[in-house]
């Protein structure tokens, strides 16, 4: 039997899962939905979001424009730290989620809701990040997690559940890839790429381009910091959100940022990934060459060391918990100022 729930704020992306949510929610704890979405630099995929969502059912979608919080308080502290996820995985997708989790547990007493959900799998790492988050920052909400209860068991069945309820979504049985975007970076998975064997399919990418497609030419760019953080690309000054824009466009021209990794999940599975992080790699690259010009031997080698807890307490979306914060604190006293 489902607990009492007057009313619930979905993370809210309008991919599959979070489509069907929304009428199941409705049906199964007969409360109110409220949708919200983070813009972090999705794009287009915010187009005809509110109306997909109020079909659906919910009663209302609130959209926030987090794309400068999440540079400058999430991914510049990661990139500074050199935080690093099993040698290749620069946290695209891991950083994002404390983020997207506080401010819903902000709306949710905004809104006076009395339960959060998401719709991460039962057997994901996002279930985790976002729910330590709830609890760390809001105890006594009641969290919702969909694939932990219902009976859909594959992205098949979610297709088969959104056709059933009539709910337009962009996957097909075709093109079933689980994508995440933002500004940092845009992840595949699932479909073709649970067999390690495949090569991804020459379509699959879509903020680059090939390594064959790249231009023979080399470009030269500089970076300029201050204090460690981006400000100029040669010479001149631009915005967080406009500098990370622009390094995307130059960076996926190139191919640059392509990984293809099977990596060890939190919740003790290998996932293959395949990430495209085309601006994030030119940052790390330039940050780390920065650093071969200020840091001593000694303390290279300590800042390395934490790098890789740090790398794991943002993997394991602690980022509301003491140690995050001791951790960043002895960072803060090694990084290049």
Known sequence: MAQTVRKVVLAYSGGLDTSII?????????????????DLGQGEELTGLEDKALQSGASKLIVRDLREEFLREYILPTMQAGAIYERKYLLGTSFARPLIARHQV????????????????????????????????????TIIAPWREWMIRS?????????????????SAAKIYSRDRNLWHLSHEGGPLEDPWNE????????SVLPGDAP?????????????????????????????????????EHAIGQIDLVENRLVGMKSRGVYETPGGTILYTAHRELESLVLDRETMRAKDRIALDYADLVYNGRWFVPCVHVTMHLFNRLKCM
């Open 106 to 141: 902000e709306i949710a007493a905004e809104e006076g809701a009395d339960a959060v959900a998401h719709g991460a799998t039962g057997k994901g790492n996002d279930q985790v990040r976002f729910e330590l988050t709830y609890m760390a920052l809001n105890p006594n909400l």
């Open 216 to 252: 023979d030419e080399p470009h030269y760019l500089t970076i300029g910091f201050a204090a460690g953080v981006p400000v100029t690309i040669d010479g001149q000054t631009f915005g967080l959100v406009e500098l990370l824009e622009r390094l995307n466009a130059i960076g996926g």
């Open 200 to 207: 991804p399919e020459a379509d699959l990418f879509q903020l």
């Open 22 to 38: 929304v009428p199941w929610l409705r049906q199964q704890y007969q409360c109110e939905v409220i949708c919200f979405c983070a």
């Open 155 to 171: 992205r098949e069945d979610a297709l088969d559940y959104a056709d059933e309820h009539h709910i337009p979504v962009s996957v």
